[in-house]
């Protein structure tokens, strides 16, 4: 096992459990952004997904290798939430879990190959740029965050931390951008001066896997 390796049933579980209680606890408040330039479903759209991914990962037992725990995860997002956030997180954490494969441990150098898979398939899927007030306004510097710590020496606690306070920065920086994809887009110059409610969850969703991490380092 590599040095810094995290493993499936300490990590991805976690996290997944930590992006549920997340998402939950902060509903109201997604819903309030998605209300003020969206349709005011986000904290329910995240809120209803990643419950039912809660209750299909319950009912695997411990046996799932992470790659196929995310892959699971990803097809529950797809057939439980309606909104544009269902197919966009679906595909990236099925993306995330395919680039993990089979294995049953993963290193920060893999992990950082499943989060820039994750954020391709969500830019494959939506074609969103960064700049355009998105969830990829926090998934990319995320990722970018979390590779450039890892190159320099950093440990996996220390790069994931790097990639949640890069996503909690990117959420930020959405309010002032105007939306060029999704509802919030049909608003035009209206959309500036609003978070993004999916960069805001996408934040949420990163810092729960650095407190998975952490919980499980
Ligand atoms: P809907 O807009 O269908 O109601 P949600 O409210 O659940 O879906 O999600 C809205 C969020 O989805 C937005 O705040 C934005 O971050 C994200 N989003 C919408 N369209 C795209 C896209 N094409 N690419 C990336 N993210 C997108
Ligand atoms: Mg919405």
Redesign the pocket.
């Known amino acids: 096992m590599p040095t810094d390796a995290v493993v499936r049933d300490q990590t991805v579980i976690a996290w997944l459990t930590a992006a549920e209680a997340a998402v939950s606890d902060r509903a109201d408040y ?1 819903t309030q ?2 209300a003020a ?6 904290g ?3 809120t209803r997904g990643f419950a039912a991914v809660g209750k299909a990962l319950a009912g695997q037992g411990d046996q799932i290798p992470p790659g196929r725990a995310l892959i699971l995860a990803g097809k529950t997002l797809v057939s439980t ?6 197919p ?1 997180w679906g595909s990236a954490l099925r993306a995330a879990g395919r680039s993990l494969g089979d294995a049953e441990s993963f290193d920060g150098e893999q992990l950082a190959d499943a989060l820039d898979a994750a954020l391709n398939a ?2 494959d ?4 740029a960064p700049g ?7 998934l990319g510097p995320a990722t970018e965050a979390l590779r450039a710590r890892l190159s320099n020496g950093g440990s996996l606690a220390e790069a994931v931390d790097a990639a949640a306070e890069a996503a909690e920065q990117g959420a930020l920086a ?1 309010v002032p951008m105007q ?1 060029r ?5 049909y608003l035009g110059e209206r959309s500036i001066g609003h978070q ?7 934040a949420l969703i990163v810092r729960a896997l650095q407190q998975a991490v952490a919980a499980e380092g």
Do not use: W, Y
């Open positions: 997604l952004l998605d330039i969206g349709d005011g479903d986000h329910i759209n995240m939430v309606g909104g544009a956030s269902g966009l969500v830019v899927l939506g074609a969103a355009d007030k998105t969830m990829v306004d926090a959405t939306a994809k999704g509802r919030a887009s993004d409610p999916g960069a805001t969850s996408a």
